[in-house]
């Protein structure tokens, strides 16, 4: 079962999508969207799903160091929310505290990266790092419709 992983942010949805076992999650591309005007990038997230057949989602949940949920993180459950009425496939969430951090740090050390291209990149590094972790977690969605 294919998977796909989303970052969600109020500008930019990094994604990801496993292999078809649910071993490893590669980085596909960084869908721009404006919260603010509702354009959610969801014709993209159609064709990808179609074009990667993804059978559920993993959005990742930017959850408070108190484990709180935030702003942010009841955004990307109103994400996943779309997701869910708009393509009827399983979402689950995964806690994604620091993803975006380990992300950053990965550009910098591992691949010595400027902060031009980090940025062109970080979001679906992200996504790729939340759908890993969920895969090594759980091995398939756990979550189901």
Excluded: C
Excluded at 34 to 53: K, T, W, Y
Aim: proline share 2%; glycine share 8%; hydrophobic share 40%.
């Amino acid at each position: 079962m294919k998977l796909m992983g989303l970052d969600v942010g109020s500008r930019t949805v990094g994604v990801a999508v496993s292999d078809a076992l649910g071993w490893t999650a590669q980085g596909v591309e960084i869908i721009r969207i404006n919260e603010d005007e509702e354009q959610f990038g969801l014709d993209r997230v159609g064709e990808l799903i179609a074009s990667h057949d993804v059978q559920g989602f993993v959005v990742g949940l930017p959850k408070n160091m108190n484990n709180s949920l935030g702003p942010r993180a009841e955004a990307s459950k109103r994400y996943g929310d779309m997701l869910t009425a708009r393509f009827n496939l399983p979402v689950d969430f995964e806690d994604e505290r620091l993803t975006t951090v380990e992300a950053e740090r990965m550009l910098v050390e591992q691949a010595d990266t400027s902060r031009r291209k980090r940025k062109q990149v970080i979001d679906k590094l992200a996504a790729g790092l939340i759908l890993q972790n969920y895969l090594d977690r759980h091995g398939k969605l756990t979550r189901e419709k």
